[in-house]
């Protein structure tokens, strides 16, 4: 845009065209965009470009922003490009005075710091727009004023002092729209007083005032502001340059001096030193961009507002971006993994300078934002990345336990192994083990999460517990398994061979062995439980078990032997009454007392009953052995007072003996001795038979009557033989056979058993037995003829 020129047209074009020749900077130092057409339409994506090429996020609350307004070819573009540096497009002359600039431009201000933008505004009172478009005017002085620090107005100097100057409704426009904003921003405005005559700067800056004071006295305001001074809003800053056509030189040397004004411009004391309300770099886009679009829906436009939505906005972006920076970094991606399926050493503190450095990006790109919002977002954001740590995080911790409980198991064991106290091994492990647990505990944990790991500590703690209440009860059953297979091998072969061979002597010799075995099992159990440190209470209750245990030892082995007492009563009665007192088989020869030898046989017997018939570990007396030899071995004398007293037993109890000490019931007693009887009477049987038979063997000669009859009757007989000698001869012979036979066929031997019996067994063994006789008479006849006709064979 080029200013009103009123010298020849000739010269101004020749200068515009050797401007273009030679450009006053480098493009890539002054890059401009155009912020917004001639339409309104806003042009966010070349605001984010241009952003991104001056770098202008980096720049914090340090940035001025700086904007030219001014009637339609007063030169703003042309004073913007000799002041800042910048490329903005200038009018051609040549092809007559017209809109050169459209819209709004932006550039960069090339060399100048802080780091500043200027805006290239539309002209006003252009003939494109006509005398009643002025909205499209309002609304970029509304934006201008709402995001620059500095305000350039661009005036002509014969406008000063006349009511009807072409600055004036410019004027009135700027201060109208200030009154939209809700809390206008402090800004500076420098009055460019163009084409300087000869009246001094000091004589036309108190008219200039003067004129600017009316028109703000003129303008109507809201309530609030009726008597607010024009200073509260505007700092007022007068420049005059001369004739750019004219006095070319003098108007670049102007130009310059102005130039060096806007360096530090936002410094104390400088242009904007006292700007309020700056919207810090990285949101001005976003800033700029709704900003515009309030103004263009025609509502009034709340700064302070607009600054926290903004803030919002762009805070919320920030924690956006760092959040997903965050769980895109490599590391973060890898510590995710691994801890998934180990434990990671000193987790916490990675996990904390990562999220430290995380906050602190954040923090530092929002530190210009309003302080309740980025605060509030830095929350958000925080409860975010502490979500997506914390799984991580408890995964930590479960390994920590996890290793905890393996290394208190392996030191436990290993304790116990070398010989240490059960209960001491369990507490000082345990003490080891979690003190390990809190170590690595404090290595998982995250400055920034203010999460306490106590449960997991108390999980920990409760399933050590746990395991060593397992092992201590594995422990425990195998010690009480251990002492009850000694009591088990101690009681039970004792017991029985006591039983079986039942005497008067046999129950106190059980209680006997019973007390001493079970004592010796109790106090080495007591000794070995020591370690354990158990109570009182639940020790004497160990024992107690084992105590019974035994007992239902003895116990069971009774009603075992009880269960074949009738066995056992024959094989008693079989050994007594087969054996003599030196335990040799009786041979019945006839002068055995079979009577006498039965009834010693069933007194043992019955005995034997009695003995098992109750069980008498308690040592109390009764009368079982007097009642069962009283009704069962003489009971002649049960029927004499079976006429006044009842039968003892015919009951299914024992006196004053309980029911649980009861094996064999009276009436079971008595059936069992019945039965005994009744398979014992073959015995007894037998060997009255083998008895008898013995003494008819031994009296095989004939009487002596019949002795003395043959020797009157074979007188005659006799004295042939004493004539005859061969007689004797055959009669020895017969003699010798006769004597062979019998001791071959050991016929007294055979007629033991009965005469039937030897006839029998002789006449299956006689023919054998004369043919064997034969047989050696042979063998014996042979050798003398052996021996002879050796001699001669030789």
């Not at 009965?754 to 064997?772: A, D, E, H, Q, R």
Request: charged content about 25%; hydrophobic content about 40%.
């Amino acid at each position: 845009m080029v200013g009103t020129i009123y010298s020849p047209l000739q010269a101004f074009t020749s200068t515009i065209q050797s401007k273009r020749d030679s450009p006053m900077v480098d493009a890539a130092a002054c890059c401009s965009t155009h912020l917004i057409d001639g339409d309104g339409s806003f042009n966010a994506t070349g605001l984010d470009k241009f952003m991104k090429e001056v770098k202008l996020g980096e720049c914090g609350l340090s940035y001025a922003v700086v904007s030219i307004m001014g009637p339609q070819s007063s030169g703003k573009s042309t004073l913007l490009n000799h002041l800042f540096h910048t490329n903005f497009r200038e009018m051609d002359a040549f092809k007559g005075r017209s809109q050169t600039t459209k819209g709004i431009w932006m550039a960069h201000c090339a060399g100048i710091e802080p780091c500043t933008i200027v805006m290239d505004l539309e002209g006003t009172d252009g003939r494109e727009r006509g005398e009643d478009d002025t909205a499209f005017e309002k609304q970029s002085a509304l934006f201008a004023l709402a995001v620059s620090d500095i305000v350039l107005i661009n005036m002509w100097c014969h406008d000063i002092g006349r009511e009807h100057a072409a600055n004036k409704p410019l004027l009135k426009t700027v201060f109208q729209v200030m009154m939209r904003l809700f809390s206008p921003r402090k800004t500076t405005l420098i009055f460019v007083i163009r084409d300087k005559t000869r009246t001094p700067l000091e004589n036309l800056e108190p008219v200039l005032r003067e004129d600017i004071q009316k028109i703000w006295d003129s303008v109507p305001k809201p309530e609030a502001h009726k008597e607010t001074p024009l200073s509260t809003f505007f700092n007022i800053q007068v420049v005059a340059l001369s004739s750019f056509e004219e006095k070319e030189e003098q108007f670049k040397e102007q130009v310059a001096n102005l130039r060096q004004r806007f360096y530090h411009s936002i410094a104390p004391g400088g242009l904007a030193g006292d700007r309020q309300g700056v919207v810090p770099a990285s949101g001005f886009s976003f800033s700029a961009e709704q900003i515009w679009k309030v103004i263009k829906e025609n509502r009034d436009l709340d700064l302070p507002a607009h600054k926290v939505m903004v803030a919002t906005v762009r805070c919320e972006e920030i924690a956006n971006e760092k959040y997903a920076a965050f769980v895109a970094n490599k590391d973060w991606c890898e510590l995710e993994n691994t801890v998934k399926s180990e434990l990671v050493p000193d987790l916490g503190k990675r996990f904390s300078a990562m999220l430290q450095t995380c906050f602190s990006g954040y923090d530092d790109e929002t530190t210009f934002f309003e302080e309740g919002v980025r605060t509030c977002k830095r929350k958000q954001m925080e409860e975010k990345l502490l979500q997506l740590v914390q799984p991580s995080y408890h995964a930590t911790l479960g390994h920590i336990k996890s290793e905890t409980l393996e290394k208190f198991n392996k030191a436990f064991e290993s304790a116990l192994s070398e010989g240490q106290g059960f209960a001491v091994a369990a507490r000082d492990c345990k003490t080891s083990t979690m003190k390990l647990f809190d170590h690595q505990s404090e290595g998982a944990i995250i400055k920034q999460a203010d999460w306490d790991t106590s449960k997991v500590r108390e999980k920990c703690s409760n399933e050590i517990d746990a395991q060593i209440a397992d092992v201590r009860n594995t422990k425990l059953t195998d010690l009480s398994t251990l002492y009850e297979s000694k009591l088990k091998e101690a009681l039970y072969g004792p017991v029985e061979a006591l039983l079986q061979a039942t005497n008067d002597d046999t129950w106190p010799a059980i209680r006997k062995l019973y007390k001493r075995e079970t004592q010796t099992a109790v106090t080495e159990c007591s000794a070995a439980l020591c370690g354990y440190e158990m109570k009182e209470d639940s020790k004497k209750e160990f024992l107690s078990k084992l105590e019974n245990h035994a007992r239902d030892i003895v116990e069971k082995k009774a009603k075992e032997e009880a269960g074949r007492v009738l066995s056992l009563m024959k094989e008693r009665f079989v050994s007594i009454f087969n054996h003599d007192s030196d335990q040799m088989p009786r041979v019945w020869t006839g002068k055995e007392d079979i009577r006498a030898i039965t009834k010693t046989a069933r007194a043992s017997s019955l005995r034997l009953l009695s003995v098992l018939a109750v069980i008498r570990l308690d040592g109390d007396a009764d009368k079982i052995a007097d009642i069962l030899v009283l009704t069962l071995l003489d009971p002649t004398k049960v029927a004499v007072k079976s006429s006044t007293t009842n039968d003892p037993l015919a009951s299914s109890t024992w006196e004053k003996i309980p029911a649980s000490r009861t094996l064999i019931t009276p009436v079971q007693c008595k059936s069992l001795w019945c039965q005994f009887q009744r398979e014992t009477e073959y015995t007894v049987t037998q060997a009255i038979s083998s008895q008898a038979s013995n003494k008819r063997s031994s009296n095989w000669l004939p009487p002596p009557w019949a002795i003395a009859a043959l020797f009157v009757l074979g007188f005659n007989e006799f004295i042939t033989l004493l004539r005859n000698p061969l007689y004797l001869v055959m009669i020895f012979i017969s003699y010798l056979l006769l004597k062979a036979l019998w001791v071959q066929l050991d016929i007294g031997a055979e007629f033991r058993h009965g005469f039937l019996t030897g006839i029998l067994s002789i006449s299956t063994k006689f023919v054998p037995t004369i043919f064997n006789l034969m047989r050696k008479l042979s063998e014996q006849g042979q050798r003398p003829t052996e021996l002879q006709n050796r001699p001669h064979s030789s």
